[in-house]
Nanobody
Framework: QVQLVESGGGLVQPGGSLRLSCVAS????????MGWYHQAPGKERELVAA???????AYADSVKGRFTISRDNAKNTVYLQMNSLKPEDTAVYYC??????????????WGQGTQVTVSS
């Protein structure tokens, strides 16, 4: 079992900043990919930013230049620094990770989500 716990969401004014964190715990042997999706009311879940299994970083076009993803491999933690926030960034932000556990079994896990609301 691999658990992901997000933190850092909240209410912020347009133009403000937030930093999300996601910690993965459990019998993790390796993490292949880890990142963030978001889902606004009535819309599908969409990729925001991620470290891909191929070793690259992917960003949604809508957040390029404003959001930065980073990670601490020793802590199995990924961060999302969100600057110049816009009302359209309002959504529930979900962390995800894929990899293998110590028994060699692949895993794919999602966090419970953290609400980000951008409003004046």
């Amino acid at each position: 079992q691999v658990q992901l716990v997000e933190s850092g969401g909240g209410l912020v004014q347009p133009g403000g900043s937030l930093r999300l964190s996601c910690v993965a715990s459990g019998s993790i042997f390796s993490i292949n990919a880890m990142g963030w999706y978001h889902q606004a009311p009535g819309k599908e879940r969409e990729l925001v930013a991620a470290f891909t299994s191929g070793g690259s970083i992917a960003y949604a076009d809508s957040v390029k230049g404003r959001f930065t993803i980073s990670r601490d491999n020793a802590k199995n933690t990924v961060y999302l620094q969100m600057n110049s926030l816009k009302p359209e960034d309002t959504a529930v932000y979900y962390c995800y990770a894929t990899g293998t556990v110590y028994e060699g079994v692949p895993f794919g896990s999602w966090g419970q989500g953290t609400q980000v609301t951008v409003s004046s």
